[in-house]
């Protein structure tokens, strides 16, 4: 799909990589509709985005039937991109049942509704494109992460299983699956080094694999270092493996650093 002229939703538009992805999509010549719970500051970023057809919708998507309250004010969509996500990082005796239907409603629910909502428009018009941004988490298992994982598997799996519905009928369905990023975004802030060896990418380059996604009609793309993406696919593929690998003390302890560096509102 060419972007120009069209209208793309984008959910966690204020956070480090969805300021990437929002000035990729803007300077490709797509109207904005940014979202996310703050309203000063998405108006704060539409207003440095080119181009001048944005809007901004705030609203919480960990909040029942705000997806679908977002879809509905947001009217005719050509592409979504779901990108707003918990970091949700802890052992699960950390997290009430509250913190766990807020991560699971943030990071799944509400990415399910939103596409649920938009999508029949776009098969009465005959095109459109669904990005789920996931994680290479959604391959791999990490200490501190179970809620993370389960989410981002999910996601992964959702978006697999809808693009054998909708991509016959000529709806794209991608999913954007980043490793470490640093300058921006969650992991960065966390303030956590990565494990040794695996390297990162930067914000900048998930925004063009988003791109990709949408101009190239991907299935998948992943946004890190080759190694990286090798261990998370060979984790994909060799379970077992992959726990041991994860359990050992360099994974414990990059995954302490990140559960450590998140605020409590982030779960
Ligand atoms: N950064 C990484 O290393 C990395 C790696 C792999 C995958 N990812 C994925 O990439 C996506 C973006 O992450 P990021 O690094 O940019 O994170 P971030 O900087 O923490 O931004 C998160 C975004 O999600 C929004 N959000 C959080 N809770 C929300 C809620 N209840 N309702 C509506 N919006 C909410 C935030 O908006 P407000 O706080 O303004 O509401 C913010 O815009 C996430 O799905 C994440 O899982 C990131």
Not at 95 to 107: D, I, M, Y
Not at 161 to 172: K, S, V
Not at 225 to 244: N, T
Request: charge should be neutral; glycine fraction near 12%.
């Amino acid at each position: 799909m060419e972007l120009a002229g069209r209208t793309a939703l984008l959910t966690g538009a204020t956070g480090g990589l969805g300021r990437a992805i929002a000035l990729t999509l803007a300077g490709r010549g797509a109207g904005l509709i940014l979202s996310g719970r703050k309203a000063d500051a998405l108006e704060a970023l539409a207003s440095e985005l080119p181009g001048g057809e944005h809007r901004v919708i705030a609203a919480d998507l960990a909040e029942p039937g705000e997806a679908e309250r977002l879809a509905a004010a947001a009217g005719d969509v050509d592409v979504l991109v779901a990108n707003a996500g918990l970091p949700a990082a802890g052992r699960m005796e950390d997290f009430s049942a509250e913190q766990v239907q807020r991560a699971l409603r943030v990071n799944l629910e509400s990415p399910m509704l939103l596409s649920q909502a938009l999508y029949p428009a776009m098969l009465e018009r005959g095109s459109g494109h669904l990005v789920f941004v996931a994680s290479l988490a959604g391959k791999s298992p990490a200490p501190r992460s179970s809620i993370y994982n389960a989410t981002k598997f999910g996601l992964r799996g959702f978006a697999l299983g809808l693009r054998t519905d909708l991509g016959p009928q000529g709806i794209g369905v991608s999913i954007v699956s980043p490793g470490f990023i640093r300058e921006a975004g969650m992991f960065a802030e966390s303030g956590a080094s990565s494990p040794p060896g695996l390297g990162t990418s930067t914000p900048t380059e998930v925004a063009s694999a988003t791109l990709r996604a949408i101009e190239a009609d991907k299935v998948e793309v992943a946004v890190a270092p080759a190694r990286q993406r090798f261990l998370a696919h060979f984790g994909l593929a060799s379970p077992g493996i992959a726990v041991r690998v994860s359990s050992g003390s360099a994974g414990q302890k990059s995954a302490a650093e990140i559960a450590d560096g998140h605020s409590q509102d982030k779960r």
